[in-house]
């Protein structure tokens, strides 16, 4: 039996695990809708769902059943075979996003944009234009296109060709183009900024990048690794600016996708979709079948229940509780991507809300960020927000 108490949990992930995030205030060991509970046997409402990742909460019996059944039959067969999972997948996702797309499945949103970047240099163009603030992953290509300096400046030399511009601006971003307009390759974004505190994009920029792509003969990525799988009330939060029909060239997808499971996505339309070749990428657990059974069931899952209304009821619930409260200046965001903007600064809020019985990310003092499973209930929602009235 391991040795639960948290001086030792503490000192074993301290001795074993590298310094990268510090070491965790609680060891989780359970979970069950938006309820998880820690080694000491205390309980949390989970209003971070693994970073926005557990879309159906935790232990849903569609994903149990569908992992365990596929990890029952047949675990992994590399990209060397096929297996029916991984094309299911890939039409549920053409049907989602673009009926003429090709998909390369990856295992994190890092690496669904590690995807983009190279089918992006495939134009043979060089740019990559990304926007200030965002937030694409820790590989070296995906960090390159993150507009965060100082998550790059320790791995400098970044790969070549990524500049940015700021994070809503049209006339800026058609600037930076023009500066060499034949060799911009693409434009990336993500339709809401989650990494950098739930920032969406103001009403008309996608549809604005969307036409300067199309002036410039640019891809446009999407990075809907966060956003996506309906966290903001539609499938994509590119929807809620991009009219029917219009698509991005590409579209990255991860976290919520598998529902726990590791998986990632790229998506990319036609003739974008056809750029890489073969062997000029890969993965060996790309598109695994456990993982794909996992992001079938979300799919199915999703569409079933009609979960995309209770991610809109549920988002508008929380954002008319809070937003009501003295110390929430306003709550940004859509659906169950939610940036609660408070009226000053209040660092160590996230440790006082877990102490209280709730999880929730706070990324920066005066910020707090909630994206709970997407079928969070009633009770809970109602338990969180008496939890947070108490707090704040
Ligand atoms: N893109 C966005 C918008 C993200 O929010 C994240 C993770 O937070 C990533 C990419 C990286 O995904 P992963 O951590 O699965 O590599």
């Known amino acids: 039996m391991p040795?639960?108490?948290?001086?030792n949990w503490k000192s074993a992930w301290e001795a074993a695990v590298m310094p990268t995030y510090g070491t965790p205030a609680i060891e989780l060991v359970s979970g069950t809708g938006s309820r998880v509970t820690d080694s000491d046997g205390k309980e949390y409402?989970?209003?971070?769902?693994?970073?926005?990742?557990?879309?159906?909460g935790?232990?849903?019996p569609a994903v149990v059943k569908a992992v365990s059944d596929q990890i029952a039959t047949l675990g992994h067969t590399s990209n060397i075979f096929a297996h029916p999972q991984v094309i299911t997948l890939a039409n549920k996702l053409r049907d989602l996003i673009s009926p003429d797309a090709h998909v390369f499945f990856s295992n994190s949103g890092a690496e669904a944009n590690e995807a983009a970047f190279k089918t992006a240099r495939l134009t043979g163009k060089s740019r990559i234009l990304a926007a200030e603030h965002g937030f694409h992953g820790r590989t070296m290509g995906s960090l390159a296109m993150t507009g965060q300096p100082a998550k790059r400046a320790p791995f400098e030399p970044m790969p070549a060709g990524v500049e940015f511009y700021p994070y809503g601006d049209l006339d800026a971003l058609r600037a930076l183009i023009?500066?060499?307009?034949d060799d911009t390759a693409a434009v990336?974004?993500?339709s809401v900024q989650g990494e950098t505190g739930v920032v969406p994009a103001p009403a008309g920029f996608l549809a604005g990048v969307r036409e300067l792509c199309d002036e410039f003969g640019a891809l446009m990525i999407v990075d809907e690794v966060q956003a996506g799988m309906g966290r903001t009330g539609q499938w994509f939060g590119y929807q809620a600016d991009l009219p029917t029909g219009v698509v991005p060239d590409v579209v990255t997808l991860a976290k919520g996708l598998g529902g726990g499971l590791p998986i990632g996505a790229c998506v990319a339309a036609t003739p974008a979709g056809q750029l890489l070749s073969a062997g000029q990428h890969g993965s060996t657990f790309g598109g695994n079948p456990v993982s794909c059974a996992a992001g079938n069931a979300v799919i199915d899952t999703v569409l079933a229940e009609d979960i995309l209304a209770n991610v809109?009821?549920?988002g508008e619930y929380l954002r008319t509780e809070l937003g009501a409260l003295d110390a929430?200046?306003?709550v940004r965001g859509r659906g169950l991507m939610l940036g609660v903007v408070l009226t000053g600064p209040r660092p160590g809020f996230a440790a006082a809300a877990l102490d209280a019985g709730l999880l929730l990310n706070q990324p920066a003092d005066d910020v707090l960020r909630l994206v709970p499973p997407?079928?969070?209930t009633d009770t809970d929602v109602h338990d969180a927000i008496d939890i947070l009235k108490e707090l704040l």
């Not at 409402?45 to 159906?56: E, F, P, Q, R, W």
Request: negative net charge; proline residues 3%.
């Open 3 to 7: 040795d639960s108490s948290a001086q």
């Open 312 to 314: 809109n009821a549920q």
């Open 45 to 56: 409402i989970d209003l971070l769902a693994g970073i926005a990742v557990n879309a159906l």
């Open 374 to 376: 997407l079928n969070i």
């Open 178 to 181: 023009e500066v060499a307009p």
């Open 188 to 190: 990336i974004l993500e």
């Open 58 to 60: 935790h232990a849903h």
């Open 328 to 330: 929430v200046d306003h």
